[in-house]
């Protein structure tokens, strides 16, 4: 059972055209990172968001986490062809012995077309 | 620069045979994470470091594979007896955990793992 489910999960648009990435799960998180992966790289990270109903900008990119802090979503304004990539979500789960586990889902593979 | 870095990039060898990788993480950072990603998949938690201490493996961790790290620095991710179902993008990454830290993890380029 994949504890993160990514949706959806490829996406192909063209140049100028918004899109949302929405990354769902029945468990709750202290955070959840939103990363970006190009083919033959690692995941570089992009936000974190803790709180629940938390909306952070990173330019042309919305990243929101919901009230219940179990999903989140990434909305992108006016894509460009430099956004194409994986968006990965990932969730954080600390326990009190002080483990950190970070769970990751499938990804969204999104394709801007010039 | 002072970002992490794995060594090899990339590895191809036969099955059965052994192969070690290598993760040099950020410096300040205390803690150290091994991931496996496959194709059409995300990363797959393998197992983490607190400086030397190993805390936790997942049970993706068969036998066949030990991770070191030594001196709280570098890691070493082995694999013995390779199989083709090992055939896989292994990620490290690390992170700083504690009053300083905010325990965001920051990867490295990978290493890619080719078992013919």
């Known amino acids: 059972t994949q504890l993160l489910e990514q949706s959806p999960q490829f996406l192909s648009i063209q140049e100028g055209e918004n899109l949302t990435v929405y990354c769902n799960s029945s468990?709750?998180?202290?955070?959840l990172q939103w990363y970006r992966q190009e083919p033959g790289e690692g995941p570089v990270l992009l936000v974190t968001?803790?709180?629940?109903?938390e909306v952070k900008k990173l330019k042309r990119l919305t990243f929101q986490f919901g009230d219940a802090r179990k999903d989140s979503s990434l909305h992108i304004t006016a894509a460009q062809p430099g956004d194409t990539g994986l968006y990965l979500c990932a969730g954080a789960q600390v326990s009190g012995a002080g483990s950190y586990q970070l769970t990751f889902g499938k990804g969204t593979k999104l394709s801007v077309i010039p | 620069d002072t970002g992490v870095s794995q060594d090899p990039r990339h590895k191809i060898t036969k099955r059965g045979q052994n192969v070690t990788f290598r993760c040099d993480p950020i410096s300040e950072h205390n803690r150290l994470y091994w991931y496996r990603q496959t194709l059409g998949q995300g990363p797959e938690f393998l197992t983490y470091?607190?400086?030397?201490?190993?805390?936790?493996k997942s049970r993706l961790l068969s036998d066949r594979f030990s991770a070191e790290r030594p001196k709280g620095s570098f890691s070493t991710l082995e694999i013995q007896r390779t199989e083709q179902g090992d055939s896989a993008m292994y990620l490290c990454?690390?992170?700083?955990?504690?009053?300083?830290?905010?325990?965001?993890?920051?990867f490295g380029e990978g290493s890619r793992l080719t078992v013919l």
């Open positions: 968001v803790v709180t629940g109903g």
């Open positions: 470091f607190q400086n030397e201490a190993q805390l936790e």
């Open positions: 468990s709750v998180f202290s955070s």
């Open positions: 990454a690390s992170s700083l955990v504690g009053l300083a830290g905010t325990g965001e993890l920051f």
